[in-house]
């Protein structure tokens, strides 16, 4: 069990007469190392709208440990507690772009344009534009957020680039 950290007691418990002594920290605190303070720390709390979620819960002798939630990314981690913060939710690519690295726990999604001759209308993955069969016209040219556009009624092929 963690003591309470008194200033003259450190990690000792002081027996006999009428002298100071450490206890137990309650529930929901917490004493890590002594400090000097007379009342145990109080146990952070992992808040979801900061994007927060617990990994490890309180315990007398350690704080709460938080990580951030899926689809989120630790924007201010404390290095001392191995602890996030704040985290901050995944960017979206834009319309024009692909995902070239989903994020992860500790970074931000990576984004990247399409290759000339590809669009991405989601901005997830990017797809060739259509190739207008030989008996129809391209009507109106491709761009990196929409396809060609074919006259004529007649489907071309394409391929996706991922």
């Known amino acids: 069990m ?3 950290s008194l200033p003259h007691c450190g990690h000792q418990v002081l027996h006999g007469g009428l002298g100071s ?3 137990p920290c309650e529930n ?3 004493m890590d190392k002594p400090n000097g303070e ?3 720390l109080l146990c952070s709390v992992c808040h979801s709208g900061r994007g927060l979620t617990q990994l490890q819960p309180c315990t007398s002798k350690a704080n709460t440990i938080c990580g951030a939630r899926s689809g989120f990314f630790c924007q201010n981690f404390r290095e001392s507690s191995a602890s996030c913060e704040v985290a ?3 960017s979206s690519c ?3 772009q692909r995902v070239q690295k989903p994020g992860t726990s500790s970074s931000d999604t990576e984004c990247e344009d399409c290759p000339e001759g590809y669009f991405s209308p989601a901005g997830f993955n990017c797809t060739a534009w259509t190739v207008c069969p ?3 016209l391209e009507v109106r040219p491709g761009t990196k957020q929409e396809d060609v556009v074919c006259g004529g009624g007649g489907a071309g092929s394409r391929s996706h680039f991922i």
């Open 2 to 4: 963690s003591m309470r």
């Open 21 to 23: 002594r450490c206890v």
């Open 28 to 30: 929901g605190t917490y």
């Open 38 to 40: 007379l009342k145990c």
């Open 88 to 90: 901050q939710k995944h």
């Open 94 to 96: 834009s319309p024009g």
């Open 134 to 136: 030989e008996a129809h």
